[in-house]
Antibody, heavy 125, light 110 residues
Framework: QVQLVQSGAEVKKPGASVRVSCKPSGYTFTGYYIHWVRQAPGQGLEWMGRINANSGGTNYAQKFQGRVTMTRDTSISTAYMELSRLRSDDTAVYYC??????????????????WGQGTLVTVSS | QSALTQPASVSGSPGQSITISCTGTSSDVGAYKYVSWYQQHPGKAPKLMIYDVSIRPSGVSNRFSGSKSGNTASLTISGLQAEDEADYYCSSYTSSSTYVFGTGTKVTVL
């Protein structure tokens, strides 16, 4: 069965960086994109960006350009999201999520079919 | 990229039908068939309910349906049930090769 397992909760000080990992299983890692979505307490979903797990190519939301870096290690089928210069309003649950690639048949593209369990990142002095 | 606009709340009685709107622009909702809808219960990860405007993933009840007209997409829940009480979010692909979510709608079953 498909699962995306994320790293554990983090507490960081303002100005620091955080790296969250996402390890999918149950499917071919390079056949999909990994998207990152966050949700601040009591707020809505916010799309941060995506990485093509095959090529490593990325697209980031303009809001996070220059502050977010998404990478992947195909040797261990793991994706990473690093957010730098943290502020208190970055406190949120961060989700990784799977989205199909158009070139791979019989996948749902442009929509998330599986989500990680979420990682709470708390930014506090 | 601004969030897509959804009503903050929608309510209905059991058995009724409700519709949630999702308004974007000609650069996102109006430009592509790639609108999706997610259901989220408190403390849980979102669940995909509709993709490509109107397609239900396997296992999703046929009480959920989607449509689009111009820059506005809609999610209709028919035969409303207590378990449908949750937050709902739309999402769209954009002309910048990015995605955007809606502001979210809280559905209450009276």
């Amino acid at each position: 069965q498909v699962q995306l397992v994320q790293s554990g909760a983090e507490v960081k000080k303002p100005g620091a960086s955080v790296r969250v990992s996402c390890k999918p299983s149950g499917y071919t890692f390079t056949g999909y994109y990994i998207h990152w979505v966050r949700q601040a307490p009591g707020q809505g979903l916010e799309w941060m960006g995506r990485i093509n797990a095959n090529s490593g190519g990325t697209n980031y939301a303009q809001k996070f350009q220059g502050r977010v870096t998404m990478t992947r290690d195909t040797s261990i089928s793991t994706a990473y999201m690093e957010l730098s210069r943290l502020r208190s309003d970055d406190t949120a649950v961060y989700y990784c999520a799977r989205v199909g690639r158009v070139v791979v048949p019989d996948t749902i593209t442009h929509a998330v079919d599986y989500w990680g369990q979420g990682t709470l990142v708390t930014v506090s002095s | 990229q601004s969030a897509l606009t959804q009503p903050a709340s929608v309510s209905g009685s059991p058995g009724q039908s409700i519709t949630i709107s999702c308004t974007g622009t000609s650069s996102d909702v109006g430009a592509y068939k790639y609108v999706s809808w997610y259901q989220q219960h408190p403390g849980k990860a979102p669940k995909l309910m509709i993709y490509d405007v109107s397609i239900r993933p396997s296992g999703v009840s046929n009480r959920f349906s989607g449509s689009k007209s111009g820059n506005t997409a809609s999610l209709t829940i028919s035969g409303l049930q207590a378990e449908d009480e949750a937050d709902y979010y739309c999402s769209s692909y954009t002309s910048s090769s990015t995605y955007v979510f809606g502001t979210g709608t809280k559905v209450t079953v009276l």
